[in-house]
């Protein structure tokens, strides 16, 4: 790879296209979602390889409980039975687990698993694998809105003081550097609720891969076309 010394510190993927690609092969929504498990796999491996600090993986949305009961209800035992599997392998390679979104509304059963690695891992130096679960971005930054006219009303903060790095703490991510990659599988072109503040100057890379078919391989693709873009923060 060339330039090892740019690196994104912080790389974000949009993992879509698991119906499409069961729906291609005959098979049930769910399939597509247990296929997609061995890319998350692959991602984080590619992570550690290619010293990625922070990589963002937006796993279930604000959106995503539209969808049948049957095919929530799938993705959250298929979330329990990743987590149960992977907690040792997190341990063993140094990654610690973070969570952003509005986890107080996931099942008990999740919250329970999240809170438990979360607390063994926390002492891990590595990888921050960091879990976007109940998501939305527009939620997210209401959210912050109403916690800082909070802290103005009760006189904690003033308004004249608000600006974006203030901001920012009152985000999920505010102990986060922001995204430098995007990445968004299945060939769309939408950013979809995720991230929106904190993508503002974020490179972003399409790759018409469905997410189960995401390999290591296409991992340093996107990262070979982001070592190739001049960054000018608007400069």
């Known amino acids: 790879m060339n330039n090892s010394r740019k690196i994104p510190q912080h790389v974000a993927i949009i ?26 796999q692959e991602a984080i491996k590619a992570a550690r390889k290619f010293g990625v600090k922070v990589l963002t993986l937006y796993t279930f949305s604000t959106e995503n409980w539209k969808r049948p009961r049957i095919e929530v209800n799938a993705l959250f ?10 907690e040792n392998k997190l341990n063993e390679n140094n990654i610690r687990l973070s969570v952003i979104g509005k986890t107080l509304d996931l099942p008990r059963a999740v919250q329970d698993k999240l809170s438990k690695i979360i607390g063994s891992t926390r002492n891990n130096t590595g990888l921050i694998l960091n879990l976007a679960l109940n998501y939305g971005s527009r939620s997210e930054m209401i959210g912050a809105v109403r ?3 909070k802290n103005v009303a009760s006189g904690v903060l003033r308004p004249e003081d608000i600006d974006e790095a203030v901001f920012s703490k009152y985000l999920y991510t505010r102990d986060m550097p922001d995204p430098d990659l995007l990445i968004r599988t299945s060939g769309e072109y939408r950013v979809s609720n995720f991230l929106l503040w904190q993508i503002a100057y974020s490179e972003i890379y399409i790759t018409k891969k469905l997410w189960p078919d995401f390999r290591k391989s296409d991992f340093k693709k996107a990262i070979e076309e982001y070592q190739k873009r001049e960054r000018r923060f608007g400069g």
């Open 15 to 40: 993992m879509d296209g698991n119906g499409r690609w069961a729906r291609s092969r005959g098979l049930p929504r769910i399939a597509g979602h247990r296929a997609g498990v061995k890319s998350v």
């Open 77 to 86: 035992a298929l979330l329990e039975e990743y987590l149960d599997k992977e």
């Open 147 to 149: 916690d800082i006219s």
